[in-house]
């Protein structure tokens, strides 16, 4: 059975360009949610999404934005890129109800210069 | 705003040791999970706990929560140097208990030397 798969895996942006970042869920897994992981923040939630709606929110800026797609395939979009952006941004997937983990992907990283 | 914190940061024990990972939540929650996090890899799920005193064990690793307490400890038995990771703890913060919104702990970094 395939894991969740992200693309690209790495990318290097400079500032004030905009990034698409790509999540193709586990087969049959209707919830993607995606992460920010920084050394200095660690793990940070930014959405969910179950079935095309944002389900839940975290507290990044409205630069960071996502959707989902009716195949549940999921992608992220942060505009006008700042040097903090800098990060492993990680799409995890799910079966969306009570107590389904979360399977992550190997992530994007992103650096912006 | 929900906080999640684990110590220790970070573990150095020798092989065939005992050691647990302490990680303290700030509200009510009774959905936890544990993940582990091998260098430059994706994170992978260990345990979900799903209730107060529920207790998971895999091999040498056994999780436990304590929703009273708001405590949640992963035991490690008889370490060996294949545990050498960052293990983190995260506490369902959604409203519909989904996982559809984790606060992660900071993470221990546990390095086993023989």
């Known amino acids: 059975k395939a894991g969740v798969t992200q693309t690209p895996r790495y990318l290097i942006k400079t500032r004030g360009q905009q990034v698409t970042l790509s999540c193709s869920p586990i087969s049959g897994h209707r919830s993607v949610s995606w992460y920010q992981q920084t050394p200095g923040q660690g793990l940070q939630f930014l959405f969910e999404y179950f079935s095309e709606t944002q389900r839940n929110k975290g507290n990044f800026p409205g630069r960071f934005s996502g959707r989902q797609f009716s195949n549940s395939r999921s992608e992220m979009n942060v505009s006008t890129l700042e040097l903090g952006d800098s990060a492993l941004y990680l799409c995890a997937s799910s079966f969306g109800s009570s107590g389904s983990p979360l399977h992550f992907g190997n992530g994007t990283r992103l650096t912006v210069t | ?114």
Not at chain 2, 28 to 53: A, C, I, M
Not at chain 2, 66 to 82: E, G, N, Q, Y
């Open chain 2, 1 to 114: 705003e929900l906080k999640v914190e684990q110590n220790p940061l970070f573990l150095s024990m020798q092989e065939g040791k005992n050691y647990t990972i302490y990680c303290n939540y700030s509200t009510t929650s009774d959905r936890l999970y544990w993940y582990r996090q091998d260098p430059g890899k994706s994170l992978e799920s260990l345990f979900v706990l799903l209730s107060n005193g529920a207790v998971k064990q895999e091999g040498r690793l056994m999780a436990s929560l304590d929703t009273k307490a708001r405590l949640s400890t992963l035991h490690i038995t008889a370490a060996v140097h294949d545990l050498s990771a960052t293990y983190f703890c995260a506490v369902d913060n959604s409203s519909t208990g989904t996982a559809s919104k984790l606060t992660f702990g900071t993470g221990t970094r546990l390095q086993v030397t023989l």
